[in-house]
């Protein structure tokens, strides 16, 4: 496994980006939340929680280590409700895990961003990729799909059916885009150097779906990319969704973040915590010993009497002790509630 402190000469065998043609996807600082000025440093993190439940410790890990990386840096720090395929419970799963994030002592330099108040974005993101044809309707249903090739994250390996066009009778529902050859490089700052054959191990994939809504790899990257994100630092359960992020910022000429995946919190079934495995609601009444654990799970060594003490004291000794390079290289790592 490669050293993640080399990981910047690692070749990277996709072109620079190529400068925005016209797709309606340059930067648009009109849609920018206001009030804050760019960091001197340049550097821009962010929490993209989904609000299917409410904060937990799985995510204060990533919320913690995305919000500390980036305060290291003299950065920004924003946080983003990836609302897009959440129902109508959404609003009150975000609203708790926006007054945890505020007990426990975040705060984020612009106005929240919604993905669900989003979509023309996203819907501008596909018409820049149908004009530069890389997106194609699909007609495959999920049963259809069946047979296919798994990917390792269990999701089917595209077999590339409707790529060359619907056979008669056969009615588009979702929109592919196509991945090429190439293989996707990146140099992950925690999980080292990652190679990714995209048409071998995910195919083309969908950027909307069958029902309508903008798929979360698109969403995503248009997202990071309006808003200035620099640095993605995030769970490793999204490292296998990192590949395909890089191959639309490549197709729609945006700027490639720099990526960190910290390691996932699981459970002594080897489970990601989340609300289908029961993880516990965090604590908002009492945020110290939580941030402690978490800073203890990223690697920080923060001192035994540190959970006695005052929220802000946390804060304090965690900006000033905080090393990105003290995360362990693991995509999990098991936490057990103290
Ligand atoms: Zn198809």
Redesign the pocket.
């Known amino acids: 496994m490669n050293n993640g402190a080399h990981a910047n000469a690692l070749p990277d065998d996709l072109p620079v980006s190529r400068s925005a043609v016209d797709n309606g996807v340059t930067d648009s600082p009109a849609e920018r939340g206001s009030g804050s000025a760019r960091a001197p440093s340049g550097y821009c993190g962010r929490f993209a929680p989904s609000p299917t439940g409410p904060l937990h410790f799985g995510s204060l890990v990533a919320a913690l280590a995305s919000c500390l990386e980036a305060r290291r840096q003299g950065g920004r720090w924003l946080v983003r409700m990836d609302d897009l395929d959440t129902p109508r419970c959404a609003a009150v799963a975000a609203t708790s895990i926006l007054h945890s994030l505020d007990a426990f002592g975040f705060e984020y330099d612009e106005p929240l961003v919604w993905q669900s108040q989003r979509s023309e974005r996203y819907a501008q993101a596909l018409a820049a990729l149908q004009m530069q044809a890389l997106v194609y309707p699909?007609?495959?249903t999920r049963r259809?799909l069946a047979d296919s090739l798994l990917a390792p994250d269990g999701a089917s390996i595209?077999p590339g059916?409707?790529r060359n066009g619907l056979g008669t009778g056969r009615r588009a529902g979702s929109w592919?885009v196509c991945v090429g050859e190439q293989v996707i490089v990146f140099a992950d700052r925690i999980q080292g150097a990652q190679h990714t054959h995209l048409a071998d191990e995910v195919g083309d994939f969908v950027v909307r779906r069958a029902d309508g809504l903008f798929a979360y790899q698109l969403a995503t990257v248009i997202d990071d990319a309006d808003a200035g994100v620099t640095d993605v630092v995030r769970g490793a359960d999204l490292l296998a969704s990192t590949p395909r992020q890089i191959w639309l910022q490549h197709c729609l000429g945006l700027a490639r973040p720099a990526y960190a995946h910290v390691p996932v919190a699981v459970n002594g079934a080897g489970e990601k915590l989340s609300k289908q495995t029961l993880a516990r609601a965090l604590d908002n009444a009492h945020p110290a010993p939580a941030l402690v654990s978490a800073l203890r799970f990223l690697g920080q060594n923060p001192p035994a009497d540190l959970a006695r003490a005052s929220q802000p004291e946390v804060w304090a000794w965690a900006h000033a002790n905080w090393h990105e390079a003290r995360v362990p290289r693991l995509a999990a790592k098991l936490w057990k509630e103290e």
């Open positions: 699909c007609a495959c259809e595209y059916t409707c592919r």
